[in-house]
């Protein structure tokens, strides 16, 4: 089945650095790559979605200035956590979805493990 | 606008019990609906989907029927597993929702032996 990466699994660093997430899709080209975050009791809530050669769009309530997307090429999205703080603490999950096949297929990254001191 | 209520947990079963988890929907249009799983510390594997109306999504022993006149989709295995303990979401997508998909909040199941 359709691989999709995410690199790293898990990252610890200093409030106030940046931290970067990449969302690869292996075997396939992703036009559309969605960024997650999980929350404690499972929660998942949307951040936004990444749009190959655009700009990503954002929910509501999520700061585009804090999350950077990035989708540069058609296997390969970047979340930059900038400015990171504790309360960014989470785990980040993306998914791709498959040019070739209906709109509603994607695949999921195994997640990054996000902790800052 | 699109939403998915799903029962909550935790659940707690032994071996062999059956499993059922409610899931009901509200969508315009026509939506598919799915069911995923997420295994500790890993990310979302989809385990089976319903395009249209009275179709059964199976995977894996665990199986979906979607029913529109009640807009469910729940979750049932006939006897579960240690092996099946994670955490399962009930999702749907519907045309002109800018590809995105709708979560519920998901029901962490735990199965001892």
């Known amino acids: 089945g359709a691989v999709v990466s995410q690199h790293p699994s898990r990252v610890i660093c200093k409030s106030g650095t940046s931290v970067k997430i990449e969302c690869r899709s292996l075997d396939f080209q992703a036009t559309t790559m969605f960024w997650y975050r999980q929350f404690p009791k499972q929660s998942l809530m949307l951040m936004a979605t990444?749009?190959?050669?655009?700009?990503?769009?954002?929910e509501q309530g999520v700061e585009k200035d804090k999350f950077l997307i990035n989708h540069a090429s058609l296997t390969l999205s970047t979340l930059t956590v900038t400015s990171a703080h504790p309360e960014d603490s989470s785990f980040y999950i993306c998914?791709?979805?498959?040019?070739?096949?209906?709109?509603?297929?994607?695949?999921f990254g195994p997640g990054t493990r996000l902790l800052v001191l | 606008g699109n939403s998915v209520t799903q029962m909550e947990g935790p659940v707690t079963l032994s071996e062999e019990a059956f499993l059922t988890i409610n899931c009901t929907y509200t969508a315009t249009g026509y939506p598919s609906l799915f069911w995923y799983v997420q295994y500790p510390g890993e990310g979302l594997q989809l385990l089976l989907k319903?395009?249209?109306?009275?179709d059964k999504g199976s995977n894996k022993g665990f199986e979906a029927t979607y029913r529109k006149e009640t807009t469910s989709f729940h979750l049932e295995k006939g006897s579960v597993q240690v092996s099946d303990s994670a955490v399962y979401f009930c999702?749907?997508?519907?045309?002109?929702?800018?590809?995105?998909?709708?979560f519920g909040k998901g029901t962490l199941l735990t199965v001892n032996p």
């Open positions: 998914s791709a979805r498959d040019t070739r096949l209906p709109h509603e297929t994607q695949y």
């Open positions: 990444s749009n190959e050669g655009s700009k990503a769009t954002y």
């Open positions: 999702a749907l997508f519907s045309g002109g929702s800018n590809y995105k998909l709708t």
């Open positions: 319903a395009t249209k109306a009275d």
